[in-house]
């Protein structure tokens, strides 16, 4: 501790006014601690305090720490104080709150027993400060021994203080004693009786909650949510509305705990229906709804939600992110996606797991494995899932080599995979054709992580196994599952028969998996291609038949691409494009241009049961046909074109893209149901092997 070399200001050593000047300074010193500094800012005043002699003024000393503090510099503040020959309670109790205010409850206690083995005693200010610290703690002995401090010293009576030692008692489950301070109380505020009613809330006990809340002799906005919020979390969304609809003035608070309970029973309408109503929206409304429609896989409605808010005073944090970069991915959003990248670095929004494995699921799914890669190795926090992404992004975009390389690592700095780990090796391996590798990780699995192989692991041994042509092994092994096998692990072994012509055990297992979802067009669609691609003309249509006699409508190809910032929605077909009827004319010239080159439509992709003028319509107009004319319309040469498919790209769709690619001179990266194809200089990624 330095001693004292300069004479502290008059204005504390003997009670003389300080000079004017001084003053001026003080005051001066004093307005520029109003707002947060960054860390050469409080340097920079702390060198003022000095320079001006004020340095050891309570006044200024005492804004300084606060200001450091709601600075989050609570290091510094720590340094000014610890250099303080004897700072009085006042600065204990600065320093006891600005730990608290930056969430380091830890730091709360130990400064306080400290205070007190210096022979301070705590305060009015002290006890709330330190009881509310060691309720996240859960320092309930703690909280114990000030409650009998506070008995000893007399401030049993301290409203504040009986409403915090409430509080740590009701948030450690000890209601009971919560309520004894209540009924001990000689006078108590509208908070104290929030604090019980919350604390009933918490632990369940409805009855005590309300009858309280009824007895309250004045309610404020807290009072109310409270209560809602208590029969919106127990999903009793009609009690709550009653409340809220009584509610004689509502809050932001009030709509939020109502919307998210109309969302957590599922009831998307009425949420949105609220959420338009409200006067006010506060960034935890918007990330509600946009979360809801995420859940509920509506992409679209999410982006146009969020550009929205963007448009709103609101801003978006690190939850509105993670909620709307999956949607970005749904879609194949990359430039929204990557504006939102962008936006977390500008805005300094931390990049915990959560976002860095939203953005590497993003990109990767938007088939930018290389920027992928690059928040990956940039990312400081990463966990099993982040790898787990990127194994599967490399994974689905066929880069086998690099997924296992990224395994590899993982294995030597002993991070322990999950089951999604593996569904990413077993998937890069179903890519690549390497069967036996994939035996090998299927085994790994149970003898060195005793993970119990799930439905998609087995599904994705089953599409292994198939597509490279071992049938009747991929059919034993769903024979051997444990559980009953899923509808993909059968889907799987369709799919392998289609690419192998496998009619027979098609017939088998295409039947099974009609019988297993007789409401799924696709696998009937699925059959019947494979009964005409082997001239079975009349199996196929009686398939078809069996399809539309079941009243099962086939799901419309949809695909979308992203121009400007704005998703485009394309379904086979469709009219409903503005630009409708130059898109048509743009997918004409093309086709004519590729077919001077060579293109022969490949009719069989086309539905059997329709004329060959017919199949060629239907096959010029599938959905990424008319969304790459767009991209190609829209974009300037030599812009990579993303497209997202809802289906599995179709023979037809998959040559004309290679075509495109070499003779237009663009990378089209299409996503489809199953893979992801880049199609380069006349070929595609997946070697036409989907
Ligand atoms: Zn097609
Ligand atoms: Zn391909």
């Not at 600005?98 to 305060?123: A, I, K, P, T, W």
């Not at 199996?539 to 009243?551: P, Q």
């Amino acid at each position: 501790m330095m001693a004292c070399l300069v004479p502290p200001p008059p204005a504390i050593a003997d009670g003389f006014s300080p000079s004017p000047l001084k003053l001026v300074q003080q005051n001066r010193l004093v307005s520029a601690f109003q707002s947060p500094k960054s860390l050469s800012e409080l340097r920079a005043l702390h060198g003022r305090m000095i320079t001006t002699g004020l340095r050891r003024n309570d006044l200024v000393l005492g804004k300084f720490i606060i200001c450091c503090s709601s600075s989050n510099c609570m290091e510094y503040a720590r340094k000014v104080f610890d250099e303080m020959s004897s700072p009085s309670v006042f600065f204990w109790n600065a320093m006891i709150k600005g730990y608290q205010q930056n969430g380091d409850h830890m730091e709360v206690l130990r400064l306080y027993f400290q205070m007190r083995s210096c022979g301070f005693d705590s305060d009015a200010f002290t006890f709330p400060v330190v009881l509310r610290s060691c309720s996240p703690l859960k320092r309930i002995r703690e909280g114990k021994g000030i409650h009998g401090l506070v008995l000893k010293t007399g401030y049993a009576t301290n409203v504040i203080v009986q409403t915090a030692l409430m509080d740590l008692y009701s948030l450690s489950g000890c209601v009971a004693s919560a309520r004894q301070v209540f009924d001990e109380m000689r006078e108590r505020d509208v908070i104290c009786w929030n604090t019980m009613i919350a604390g009933y809330s918490r632990c369940g006990d409805f009855a005590n909650a309300e009858e309280l809340f009824h007895k309250m002799p004045e309610k404020d906005e807290s009072s109310w949510n409270t209560l809602i919020d208590m029969y919106c979390k127990a999903g009793d969304v009609e009690a709550a509305r009653r409340l809220f609809d009584e509610m004689p003035k509502k809050d932001i608070i009030s709509w939020n705990a109502m919307i998210s309970g109309y969302v957590h029973i599922g009831d998307m309408e009425v949420a949105r229906l609220l959420f338009d109503e409200m006067p006010r929206r506060s960034v935890v409304s918007w990330n509600v709804v946009i979360t809801c429609c995420v859940h509920h896989r509506r992409f679209t409605d999410a982006l146009d939600l969020f550009r929205k808010m963007q448009r709103s005073d609101v801003r978006p944090n690190e939850v509105t992110m993670v909620a709307v970069l999956p949607a970005c991915a749904h879609l194949g959003a990359m430039d929204l996606g990557q504006w939102i990248h962008a936006y977390i670095d500008k805005n300094r929004i931390r990049m915990d797991v959560y976002v860095t494995t939203a953005l590497i699921d993003m990109y990767g799914k938007c088939g930018n494995v290389e920027e992928a890669r690059r928040v990956f190795e940039m990312a400081k926090e990463k966990d099993a899932f982040s790898y787990s992404t990127m194994i599967e992004v490399l994974a689905l975009n066929g880069k086998a080599e690099e997924a296992f390389q990224i395994f590899s690592y993982m294995q030597s700095h002993g991070l322990k995979p999950n089951g999604v780990t593996f569904v990413g090796l077993l998937t890069a391996c179903s890519h690549a054709g390497l069967v036996e590798k994939g035996r090998m990780y299927f085994n790994m699995m149970k003898s060195e992580y005793n993970l119990e192989p799930k439905s998609e692991h087995f599904g994705c041994m089953v599409d292994l196994l198939g597509r490279a042509g071992y049938l009747d092994e991929a059919f034993e092994l769903i024979k051997s599952m444990p559980m009953e096998p899923h509808v993909v692990v059968w889907g799987a072994l369709l799919n392998a028969c289609r690419i192998h012509g496998n009619v027979k055990l098609a017939e088998t297992v295409g039947f099974r998996l009609i019988e297993l979802n007789p409401t799924n067009c696709g696998n009937y669609v699925l059959l019947a291609n494979i009964y005409a691609k082997a001239n079975r003309w009349d199996d196929s249509v009686r398939v078809r038949k069996m399809m539309k006699d079941r009243g099962v409508v086939k799901k419309p190809g949809c695909s979308s691409i992203e121009v400007n910032n704005s998703v485009h929605e394309f379904i086979a077909g469709d009219n409903s494009h503005t630009h409708c009827a130059r898109i048509y004319r743009t997918l004409q010239e093309v086709t004519e241009r590729l077919k001077r080159e060579g293109y022969v439509p490949e009719v069989s992709s086309a539905l059997h049961d329709v004329d060959t003028n017919e199949k060629m319509q239907a096959l010029s107009y599938h959905s990424e046909k008319l969304a790459v004319a767009f991209g190609l319309l829209s974009t300037t040469p030599g812009t990579p074109i993303r497209i997202v498919k809802n289906l599995r790209v179709c023979e037809d769709c998959h040559v004309m893209m290679k075509m495109i690619s070499q003779h237009y001179d663009r990378n089209i990266i299409l996503r489809d149901c199953n893979r992801y194809h880049h199609f380069n200089n006349g070929s595609c990624s997946c070697s036409d092997y989907w």
